[in-house]
Nanobody, 125 residues
Framework: QLHLVESGGGLVQPGGSLKLSCVAS????????IGWFRQAPGKEREGVSC????????EYLDSVKGRFTVSRDNAQSMVWLQMDNLKPEDTAVYYC??????????????????WGQGTQVNVSS
């Protein structure tokens, strides 16, 4: 069973940057599509980005395109979410999640099987 742990959250001013990390254990990361999700207080969880097992098929939420970059290194069992030009509306708990690869990537949370515990991102002046 895949175990995921996020890190890298924190408090940053608008316009700043953070890099979130997600480390996987208990399985082979290269077998899984990875999604990044976030949930703000009082709001539903939303998909931010997803990346296929080879790292060459990626999707982003429209509001983060051009600001966020997802990447992965299967050999290190790591996935990252580089977040630049952060805005107050990016404030949320961010989660990484894994979906066993069957060829189709998605940002629909209902399909993901394994979830990390989340890391808090606060964007405020």
């Amino acid at each position: 069973q895949l175990h995921l742990v996020e890190s890298g959250g924190g408090l940053v001013q608008p316009g700043g940057s953070l890099k979130l990390s997600c480390v996987a254990s208990g399985g082979t990361l290269g077998h899984y599509i990875i999604g990044w999700f976030r949930q703000a207080p009082g709001k539903e969880r939303e998909g931010v980005s997803c990346i296929n097992i080879h790292g060459d098929n990626i999707e982003y939420l429209d509001s983060v395109k051009g600001r966020f970059t997802v990447s992965r290194d299967n050999a290190q069992s790591m996935v990252w979410l580089q977040m630049d030009n952060l805005k107050p509306e990016d404030t949320a708990v961010y989660y990484c999640a894994a979906l066993f690869d069957e060829g189709l990537i998605t940002m629909e949370a209902q399909w993901y099987e394994y979830w990390g515990q989340g890391t808090q991102v606060n964007v405020s002046s």
